[in-house]
């Protein structure tokens, strides 16, 4: 079993629709929990951080963490075709400091 | 610099052939980690640093990937007797080493050993 798991995808959503990607993590003792954004052929750019349970929101971008669940997951509202990518998960757990990701979600939002 | 950068952006090799990798941090971070990402996939740990000793270096698959930061700046990430399973694109990422974890990546090194 993967320690974090993403869904394979491909996701597609319409323009202007929400967008939601999730995760699953198997170490409890995880701390921090990172969204990062990866354009074809370029390096992963972070999108959102999160550290404690509930909602985050930054702009049109929400990250939600339950750690009783071990799952986190990334809204995105009002999609925009600028938004096609594809979304990496990444786990910091406990006192290590690399972070383990999942294999990613490939979104396309469709104009 | 303003961010991460890694030097060569691409670099062909022969299978058996030595490859030295390079990335220069964010400027007055301290903490600089090595990935490792196959297509298709997230990238995967090698190795991390804090100030010039490797602090962690449990990802690297076997001894023939060794890494320096003598001054605690830039890395070299070094590959012995290239095999084409070595191929990948070699991310290179810093972080200010505070409580925020935040870790940000370089362009990366496409590596295709022929």
């Known amino acids: 079993q993967k320690e974090v798991e993403q869904n394979s995808g491909p996701l597609s959503v319409p323009e202007g629709a929400i967008a939601s990607l999730n995760c699953t993590y198997s170490?409890?003792?995880?701390?921090?929990f990172f969204w990062y954004r990866q354009y074809s052929g370029k390096s992963p750019e972070l999108i959102m951080s999160?550290?404690?349970?509930g909602d985050k929101e930054d702009g049109r971008f929400t990250a939600q963490l339950n750690k009783a669940s071990q799952y986190v997951s990334l809204l995105i509202r009002d999609s925009q075709p600028s938004d096609s990518a594809t979304y990496l998960c990444?786990?910091?757990?406990?006192?290590?400091?690399?972070?383990?990701f999942g294999s990613g979600t490939q979104l396309t939002v469709l104009p | 610099g303003a961010g991460v950068s890694q030097t060569p952006s691409n670099k062909v090799t022969e299978k058996g052939k030595y490859v030295e990798l390079r990335c220069d941090p964010i400027?007055?971070?301290?903490?600089l980690y090595w990935y490792r990402q196959s297509l298709g996939q997230g990238p995967e740990f090698l190795i991390y640093?804090?100030?010039?000793?490797?602090?962690?270096d449990s990802g690297l698959p076997n001894d023939r990937f060794f890494a320096v930061r003598p001054e605690g700046s830039v890395s070299t990430l070094k590959i012995q007797r290239t095999e084409r399973g070595d191929s990948a694109v070699y991310l290179c990422?810093?972080?200010?080493?505070?409580?925020?974890?935040?870790?940000?990546f370089g362009a990366g090194t496409r590596l295709s050993v022929l």
């Open positions: 990422a810093s972080s200010s080493g505070g409580g925020d974890n935040i870790q940000y």
């Open positions: 170490d409890r003792v995880s701390q921090s």
């Open positions: 999160i550290y404690s349970n």
């Open positions: 990444a786990v910091m757990a406990g006192s290590a400091r690399q972070l383990t």
């Open positions: 400027s007055g971070h301290t903490a």
């Open positions: 640093f804090q100030g010039t000793g490797a602090a962690d």
